[in-house]
Nanobody, 127 residues
Framework: QVQLVESGGGLVQAGGSLRLSCAASGRSFGSYGLGWFRQGSGKEREFVAAIGTTWSGGITNYADFVKGRFTVSRDNAKEIMYLQMNSLNPDDTGVYYC??????????????????WGKGTQVIVSS
């Protein structure tokens, strides 16, 4: 089992950057596929980015609306996953959640594929 805690959210102007962190505690961090999701006000939770385990080659996967702007990475030694977010726009506003999959080692993107979730960190992008 793994516990996840997000940090790094905040208020930023359009065009700015933020780096989110997801700190994990528990067993075998390196064996979990990891992902970032977000949920805007009144919207469903949606996939943002994912990264597979080292054994999967650290494969990454991104939603089309963040390609070229966001970068997901992981540091297995520190048990932290990061989401570097650049060129932010107001549509990126929402609560960002990190998630871990105990079953899938690849960069999966479906909600049901993740069985551990953090409580989220708020990102607000002003215009």
């Amino acid at each position: 089992q793994v516990q996840l805690v997000e940090s790094g959210g905040g208020l930023v102007q359009a065009g700015g950057s933020l780096r989110l962190s997801c700190a994990a505690s528990g067993r075998s961090f390196g064996s979990y596929g990891l992902g970032w999701f977000r949920q805007g006000s009144g919207k469903e939770r949606e996939f943002v980015a994912a990264i597979g385990t080292t054994w999967s080659g650290g494969i990454t996967n991104y939603a089309d609306f963040v390609k070229g702007r966001f970068t997901v990475s992981r540091d297995n030694a520190k048990e932290i996953m990061y989401l570097q977010m650049n060129s932010l726009n107001p549509d990126d506003t929402g609560v960002y959640y990190c998630a871990a999959s105990g079953q899938f080692e690849g960069a999966v993107k479906m909600l049901w594929q993740f069985n551990y979730w953090g409580k989220g960190t708020q990102v607000i992008v002003s215009s």
